[in-house]
């Protein structure tokens, strides 16, 4: 009898179907929003910066043209000027609104401050020489909020993994070790999102900001060039003289001017 049943109960095991394993459940990807998200209102200060930094790249990287800065019309007309001996003109052209620019601000403010000297021209090459320093310490300034903002942006995603991480923590305090790892997801996500966020907007704003301060240096050094061939002008004319007696100096010998994009080099 009981090796019947036995058979019994192997024949029913045999029959009866297997469990099926139940599909697994999808998981919806993540949007960029999403991810913006989850960073909370640090993650939103950073998106903030993010903007911020690109508008002034954008204003920066347009402003640091060396057509702006030195257009070759402006060189031409200073050229002309001081070659003939009008420094009086060129400094009225130079303090022109519609003639603002950095070469015209240099040499303006050189031979305006020469003008106003007792030793006149003599110290020419000192008064544009601070000029210019004046003048790229300007355009600097105008970089430095790129540099903060690489130098802030990963601080305040080292902020959100501190403030995520006390989340987690405080998580573990108040169930007493016993945290299931949804109850911890959200409070690691916000530390990791933030530091993604940080290093996102920190990285290209640091590139920027070489790359402009190295486009300034560039600048700079071609207006040195330039503003060295310019004062020639005067010191070969005898600007000194001129400045007391008011005389106008005689023509320069000639002496090419740095050429600039698409310019051949010329005689002034």
Same mark, same amino acid.
């Given at each position: 009898?009981?090796?019947?049943?036995?058979?019994?109960? +192997?024949?029913?095991?045999?029959?009866?179907?297997?469990?099926?394993?139940?599909?697994?459940?999808?998981?919806? +990807?993540?949007?960029?929003?999403?991810?913006? +998200?989850?960073?909370?209102?640090?993650?939103?200060?950073?998106?903030?910066?993010?903007?911020?930094?690109?508008?002034?790249?954008?204003?920066?990287?347009?402003?640091?043209?060396?057509?702006?800065?030195?257009?070759?019309?402006?060189?031409?007309?200073?050229?002309?000027?001081?070659?003939?001996?009008?420094?009086?003109?060129?400094?009225?052209?130079?303090?022109?609104?519609?003639?603002?620019?950095?070469?015209?601000?240099?040499?303006?403010?050189?031979?305006?401050?020469?003008?106003?000297?007792?030793?006149?021209?003599?110290?020419?090459?000192?008064?544009?020489?601070?000029?210019?320093?004046?003048?790229?310490?300007?355009?600097?300034?105008?970089?430095?909020?790129?540099?903060?903002?690489?130098?802030?942006?990963?601080?305040?995603?080292?902020?959100?993994?501190?403030?995520?991480?006390?989340?987690?923590?405080?998580?573990?305090?108040?169930?007493?070790?016993?945290?299931?790892?949804?109850?911890?997801?959200?409070?690691?996500?916000?530390?990791?999102?933030?530091?993604?966020?940080?290093?996102?907007?920190?990285?290209?704003?640091?590139? +920027?900001?070489?790359?402009?301060?190295?486009?300034?240096?560039?600048?700079?050094?071609?207006?040195?060039?330039?503003?060295?061939?310019?004062?020639?002008?005067?010191?070969?004319?005898?600007?000194?003289?001129?400045?007391?007696?008011?005389?106008?100096?005689?023509?320069?010998?000639?002496?090419?001017?740095?050429?600039?994009?698409?310019?051949?080099?010329?005689?002034?």
């Amino acid at each position: 009898m009981s090796n019947a049943l036995a058979s019994l109960h +192997a024949m029913l095991a045999q029959s009866t179907p297997s469990p099926v394993a139940a599909p697994p459940v999808p998981v919806a +990807a993540k949007s960029l929003l999403d991810y913006i +998200a989850g960073g909370g209102a640090i993650g939103y200060v950073i998106i903030a910066l993010s903007l911020l930094g690109l508008g002034l790249i954008i204003a920066q990287a347009i402003v640091l043209r060396r057509t702006s800065l030195i257009p070759d019309g402006h060189v031409e007309m200073l050229d002309q000027m001081l070659r003939s001996g009008r420094v009086g003109d060129a400094i009225t052209y130079c303090r022109a609104e519609e003639n603002a620019s950095f070469i015209t601000r240099v040499v303006g403010t050189g031979l305006d401050r020469c003008t106003r000297s007792s030793f006149g021209f003599l110290e020419l090459r000192t008064a544009l020489e601070e000029a210019g320093q004046r003048e790229v310490a300007r355009l600097h300034r105008g970089t430095d909020a790129i540099g903060l903002i690489a130098a802030i942006a990963p601080m305040l995603g080292l902020l959100g993994t501190v403030v995520g991480m006390v989340g987690a923590f405080e998580t573990i305090s108040v169930t007493e070790g016993t945290a299931r790892p949804g109850q911890l997801a959200g409070s690691i996500s916000v530390a990791l999102i933030t530091t993604v966020q940080g290093l996102i907007v920190a990285i290209p704003c640091t590139a +920027a900001f070489t790359y402009l301060r190295g486009r300034i240096d560039g600048i700079a050094s071609q207006a040195g060039e330039i503003v060295d061939a310019l004062a020639s002008h005067i010191e070969r004319a005898g600007g000194a003289e001129a400045s007391r007696t008011g005389s106008r100096p005689a023509p320069a010998p000639a002496r090419p001017i740095p050429a600039g994009p698409g310019r051949e080099p010329r005689t002034a």
